[in-house]
């Protein structure tokens, strides 16, 4: 199984990114797919989730800034964040899980990361 993230970068306060995640190695309709974040000595966040059937819920702090969305097709999953924030700034990170929603520790795959950097 891999979960490949990219699309961080560096971006002014008020800016957009886009973060993709392509997933390979596993039956991705059957899998919750879940976006999380660690800032620089903070533990890992949860950000947002998309179930199958594209249910989703994000995190209170991101709410109305950021959307997930799935292509089952291409078996990817994607973030696009929005009016970022530096409080934004973090390693974003992808992962797959068949019942996890909101806790890591449930997830089953992890993405190596992508960097997000928001300056004010």
């Known amino acids: 199984v891999q979960l490949q993230a990219s699309g961080g970068g560096l971006v002014q306060a008020g800016g957009s990114l886009r973060l993709s995640c392509a997933a390979s190695g596993l039956s991705f309709t059957y899998y919750n797919m879940g976006w999380f974040r660690q800032a620089l000595g903070k533990e890992r966040e949860f950000v947002a989730y998309?179930?199958?059937?594209?249910?989703?819920d994000y995190a209170d702090s991101v709410k109305g800034r950021f959307t997930i969305s799935r292509d089952n097709a291409k078996n990817t999953a994607d973030l696009q964040m929005n009016s970022l924030k530096p409080e934004d700034t973090a390693v974003y990170y992808c992962?797959?899980?068949?019942?996890?929603?909101?806790?890591?520790?449930?997830?089953?795959?992890w993405g190596q990361g992508t960097q997000v950097t928001v300056s004010s």
């Open positions: 998309i179930r199958p059937g594209r249910t989703t």
């Open positions: 992962a797959a899980s068949r019942s996890g929603l909101v806790n890591p520790r449930n997830y089953d795959y």
